[in-house]
């Protein structure tokens, strides 16, 4: 059995003596110095990996002003402050061995708009699509763009300054913060915003740290102003992080958030912001433009320019062909249409135009298409375009272009693209040289690399493919940074941007020269013993504090390389996980990630559980275990043989008695729903429920099982005997004594009731017979021509009966001749819990008997989406891909016969509308399917829209385990809930999974049909 994992990396005495303070001082929010917070936080979405002594979620700015008082006492002088937001930094902007202080759980609240002025006031927590949605009724938008928007929060932007599309016309993020509510070391809170010289001659008389700030920040900015002046480039993208150029703002008011804006969190906590928001244009069109090279798209961008788009973004070929293999390419793919004889595309242009005046913003389209008309073809130009309308469809366009900045860390092989030097800015007309030289650094060293940015701003992003396992290439990261440097240098730019300095700091004091030592009396100011984020953008000049530097913090490549290379493989889904944050994506309508979004704990998300299995494999590798082995052990040994040591270890457990780091690794497993959303939307493919179900399997090697694993586990088995007379366990499932028990002892708080009107009574009243390969040969050469078998599951099969009938009936009514696959265990509940032997036997078992049927050539369809995709996805662990039965998705087959389906669109069939509830497996991994309902609904002259939500909650039996109800319910909540008692929906909706059905059953007691259910209703209604 795999070892106790007791050896871990303590928290300091120093910093617990700091969070007992905290607790003893009344501190609201969260204090997390457990293993697993502490590792989950150690990431971001660069490549460096710092542990911290523990996570901060203070509640209130009075738990903020608590944290910056206590740091600053004597005795607490050594403990080090990070803040973080979202944590998509790409540079280890809030990354620290001291303690993560993260507003984002409980300060992330809209706190006030003014429609009238055009201004909103928020928390720091705040995501930034999050204020947008709060802004879109008043026809307003918070204008600074970036990829990561939908897990970016407002205190993140505002301290590394963010921007990114669009920053030509919008500028950065401090160009739009009016006032900032900040906390101090030493627990000051003040509101800062532009002040005349007779406030500011004011508050440099206070005798305490604000004071202090303002008479050092001004007598910088008085004393050495040509020198600011000619140091600081006249770039879009100016420098961020103690902008000294802009203290004075246009209008030569004093200014402290330009110091502020981009500080890195190295001064002072954000705590609130009042913002300027601007109006959402009226309209807006994108001209998508193809190129034969990438140089030439860059090159060509500078004519582009003229013709004063909003923006102009460029892709290479590398980036958009990982964007064609990912299903956010179904999305777009009809605005990048391919001719006969066109060349492959290489690069691409995006250049948007946005308007209040309709006839103006297609008069300036006109233009550009005119332009691009004519050079077509040329040397040196593009060969083709198109344009969207709309803000709808061209946000589809801007949603793959922000999803592949993600998607370059899914290449394929150890080598995958990493920022590092990824955000240089140079004077637009410099760009296509300075790129040219750049991938000449990358070429001499056979880098790959993806490239794509914002053109228009000089700023290309360039993330070079590097394997940081491999102890050579990692000392790449210097040799390649240093030469970057130098480039910037000689084409007048940066390198930082747009993604703020973090542990690229170290090249402040060579950029800065002389006015180096002016920010560090700036940090001395605000900051005079190196507490607040030490290492970044600039030191105080005191002993021992100093820069962090490129190659001399810790790797995550150094931890990973820990892990032999086949463990690694075994664990790819987990390995690959880059911080990239998109399972933190804040919107209630997307899948993606429900256990985060119903919890709000950074370890109940995919990168949480990535990273604490990466740093499980590399404990029990430091042991000396080889997992393999110890898979191959619990596969193999009887039940009882481990059982007394399995009894010990858990004992000792529940006493609490020895610690172990795979509890925290089990707790973290255990709050995933398996829906499998990662999956299809992590840009890596991080597939937790694959690495879950690894690791339960071994978990349960040392520790015993709850009763509710075997209790699930064995329902496809005991179902159908329990369903020859339903009524004791129906009437189990609903006694009240007997649902406390089930509750308390076994794990469950209910179970759906068995169908008393059985499948088998039903096939037999309709003549449909059990499909065999036997049987098959016998059929006649119509019967054959217009089969179709329906392979059972458990869930349908036996809790929604009629559900199959009804199945039945519609397709036998549209001529076919329907038959039923005998029913054998699936197994997904099986892979869900970690019972990995006989799951691969039930895989074994049923892929063998519907590969038989299979390979009579009827097509096979599934009832329930999750347990049917389980035959293309789990099975392939287990089964060879040419051995796999196909087994379709009812719409995916049933799409090939509309025609049989348009012989009912008649007058006598009125066109109604509804509205499809996907199931989360489906929209995540089959995602192009969705549609197919909609196609099957028009044949029969019906309107069927689908309707954005998130998860429901229930994903198989989660919703039924007594440690998930609470929190099933409240991802239900987050979405469902006020779609599912919208009067307007009443009789409209139907809903693709069988959780999803019988989830709304339970807490909203509707019955919401199956599609086909509901277009069997229809035809029944009107014939």
């Not at 913060?177 to 007779?198: A, H, M």
């Not at 150890?414 to 790129?435: G, K, M, S, W, Y």
Request: charged share 25%.
């Amino acid at each position: 059995m795999i070892p106790r994992l007791s050896q871990v990396e303590t928290t300091d005495a120093l910093y617990l003596d700091y969070i007992d303070a905290l607790k003893q001082n009344g501190f609201s929010g969260d204090l997390n110095p457990d293993y697993a917070n502490r590792i989950v936080l150690s990431t971001d979405n660069s490549i460096y990996q710092m542990l911290p002594q523990g996570v901060l979620y203070p509640r209130s700015t009075e738990d903020l002003v608590l944290i910056a008082k206590l740091a600053d006492e004597a005795r607490f002088a050594e403990v080090k402050l990070s803040a973080r937001g979202g944590g998509t930094g790409t540079n280890g902007q809030s990354l620290t061995d001291g303690l993560i202080v993260d507003v984002s759980k409980h300060m992330n609240q809209v706190l006030e708009i003014n429609a009238e002025e055009r201004w909103v006031r928020v928390q720091g927590g705040v995501v930034k699509d999050q204020l947008n949605r709060a802004l879109k009724p008043y026809g307003l938008f918070f204008a600074p763009e970036l990829s990561t928007s939908n897990r970016a929060t407002i205190g993140g932007m505002i301290n590394t300054d963010a921007s990114g599309q669009g920053s030509v016309m919008y500028g950065k993020t401090r160009d739009h913060v009016l006032e900032l509510n900040s906390v101090f070391l030493g627990g000051e809170v003040w509101s800062s915003g532009p002040i005349t010289d007779d406030e500011l001659a004011e508050i440099k008389k206070r005798d305490d740290k604000v004071g202090e700030v303002h008479r050092q920040v001004d007598a910088i900015f008085t004393e050495k102003k040509d020198l600011i002046d000619a140091k600081f480039p006249k770039l879009n993208r100016c420098l961020t992080g103690y902008d000294l150029a802009h203290i004075r703002d246009e209008q030569g008011l004093f200014n402290l958030n330009s110091v502020l804006c981009g500080g890195e969190g190295s001064l002072a906590f954000i705590v609130e912001a009042k913002l300027n928001v601007l109006p959402i244009p009226k309209y807006a069109a994108l001209v998508n433009i193809k190129y034969d090279s990438f140089e030439t798209s860059l090159r060509d961008a500078t004519d582009l320019m003229k013709f004063n788009p909003t923006s102009i973004e460029t892709i290479d070929s590398k980036v958009l062909n990982l964007a064609m293999g990912d299903i956010i390419w179904d999305t777009v793919s009809a605005y990048f249409p391919t001719e006969a004889g066109e060349p492959d595309i290489k690069g691409i242009n995006l250049v948007e135009y946005t308007s209040d005046d309709e006839a103006a913003l297609k008069a300036d389209v006109a233009k550009l298409e005119a332009h691009l008309k004519t050079v077509e073809g040329e040397t040196g130009k593009s060969f083709g375009f198109s344009v969207v309308y709309g803000a709808t469809e061209i946000n589809k366009v801007w949603a793959m272009r922000k999803k592949s900045v993600g998607l370059l860390g899914n290449a394929k092989g150890q080598e995958r693209p990493i920022p590092f030097v990824e955000d240089t800015a140079v004077p637009p007309e410099n760009l296509a040289d300075f790129i040219m030289e750049f991938r000449k650094v990358l070429d001499d060293r056979e880098l790959a690399y993806g490239m794509f940015g914002h053109v228009d701003a000089g700023v290309l992003h360039v993330r070079p493919a590097i394997d940081m396992k491999d102890e050579h290439q990692e000392s790449l990261i210097r040799e390649v940074t240093d030469q970057v440097v130098a480039l910037t240098v000689k084409y007048k730019g940066l390198l930082w941007g747009e993604h703020g300095k973090g542990v690229r700091s170290e090249y402040s004091p060579e950029f800065f020269g002389e006015l180096y030592p002016e920010l560090q009396k700036i940090k001395a100011a605000f900051d005079p013993r190196n507490q607040m984020n030490p290492g970044k953008i600039a030191t105080p000049a005191i002993g021992g504090a100093e820069l962090l530097k490129i190659d001399q913090v810790p790797t995550r490549g150094q931890f990973d390389r820990q892990i032999s290379a086949a463990v690694r493989e075994e664990y790819d889904s987990a390995m690959f996980c880059n911080g990239n944050g998109a399972c933190f994506n804040y919107d209630p309508n997307d899948a993606m990630c429900p256990s985060w979004k119903g919890t709000r704990q950074r370890i109940n998300s995919p990168k949480g559980r990535s990273s604490l299995i990466r740093e499980w494999l590399r404990l029990i590798e430091k042991t000396g275990t080889n997992l393999q082995t110890e898979s191959a052990k619990v596969k193999a040994r009887s039940f009882f043989t481990s059982l007394p040591s399995r009894i010990k270890n858990t004992l000792s457990k529940q006493k609490g008695e020895e610690y172990d780091f795979s509890h925290e690794v089990h707790e973290s497993m255990m709050a995933c729903l398996a829906c499998k959303s990662c999956v299809g939307q992590c840009p890596i493919k991080v597939n937790v429920p694959d690495f879950r179900a690894r690791f339960l399997e071994v978990y349960y090697g040392r520790y015993l099982r709850p009763a509710k694993d075997y209790m699930v586990g064995s329902l496809e088995y005991m179902i159908p005997w329990l369903a020859k007379f339903p009524a004791p366990y129906n009437w189990a499932m609903k006694n009240r004594a007997l649902k406390a028990v089930f509750r308390k002892h076994v794990g469950m708080v209910d179970s759906p009731a068995i169908c008393t009107n059985s499948l088998i009574s039903g096939m037999k009243a309709r003549g449909v017979q059990f499909a065999t390969p036997e049987l098959i040969k016998g059929l006649s050469i119509e019967e054959r021509d217009n089969a179709v078998i329906i392979v059972q599951d458990a869930f349908t099969s036996y809790f929604e009966s009629q559900l199959v009938l009804d199945l039945i009936d519609l397709l036998t009514g549209l001529g076919f001749y329907v038959l039923m696959a005998p029913f054998k265990p699936n197994g997904k509940p099986l892979h869900v819990h970690g019972f990995m032997k006989a799951f691969e036997k039930a895989a074994e078992s049923n892929g063998a008997m519907l590969k038989a049927l299979d390979e009579t050539g009827v097509p096979l369809i599934g009832v329930d989406p999750s347990m049917t995709l389980t035959y293309r996805q789990e099975y392939g662990y287990v089964i060879p891909e040419k051995e796999l039965p196909n087994v379709q998705l009812i719409q995916e087959w049933l799409v090939t016969h509309t025609d049989r389906l348009k012989t009912y669109n008649s007058p006598h069939l009125p066109s109604a509308e509804f509205k499809l509830l996907a199931h989360c497996t489906e929209k995540t991994s089959v995602a192009p399917s969705i549609r197919l309902w909609q196609e099957i609904y028009e044949a029969m002259g019906q309107k069927l829209s689908i309707q954005a939500v998130g998860c429901c909650g229930m994903s198989g039996t989660y919703g039924h385990e007594t440690q998930n109800a609470d929190t099933s319910r409240a991802i239900y909540q987050l979405s469902w809930a006020d779609v599912v008692n919208a009067p307007e929906n009443k009789n409209k909706l139907v809903a693709t999974g069988y959780s999803c059905r019988s989830q709304v059953k339970r807490i909203d007691e509707q019955v919401i049909p199956h599609p086909i259910q509901m277009l069997l209703a229809q035809l029944h209604t009107h014939h």
